[in-house]
């Protein structure tokens, strides 16, 4: 059974839009786009935590531009196996844009991200 195509070109385009929103600045307008890309449900899960529902997903964001001003997300092509998908990506500033290089695998349910599990590759020796 091979995978469906609507089911890959839907999630490359919803990852695609989480991307925007996770480099988008702007809180409020960040905020603007959460319906359009994810499930009320949905939750992030990093070494740090897990962040459920729009609000704590937004703080999460605010966290990670706090911690990282100027550092942008590059991510690579979706990958997409039979409802579970996969993105690999790099963070860092204009210079350095993989200076720090993860991978998200997610899920998606009618047609909105519901989740998104978090690895950070580490570079450390």
Request: aromatic content about 12%; proline content about 5%.
């Amino acid at each position: 059974m091979e995978t469906n195509p609507q089911e890959l070109e839907t999630a490359q385009r919803l990852i695609d839009l989480h991307f925007e929103i996770w480099n988008h600045t702007d809180r409020a307008a960040r905020l603007a786009k959460f319906e359009a890309a994810y499930a009320p449900e949905f939750f992030v899960a990093d070494h740090a935590g897990k962040a459920v529902g729009f609000e704590q997903v937004n703080q999460l964001i605010e966290r990670v531009h706090s911690e990282h001003a100027g550092f942008v997300f590059s991510p690579a092509t979706v990958t997409w196996n039979h409802g579970l998908g996969r993105v690999t990506w790099g963070y860092g500033p204009p210079e350095q844009p993989h200076l720090i290089r993860g991978e998200d695998i997610f899920t998606v349910s009618h047609g909105r991200l519901s989740s998104a599990h978090v690895f950070i590759e580490n570079t450390r020796s």
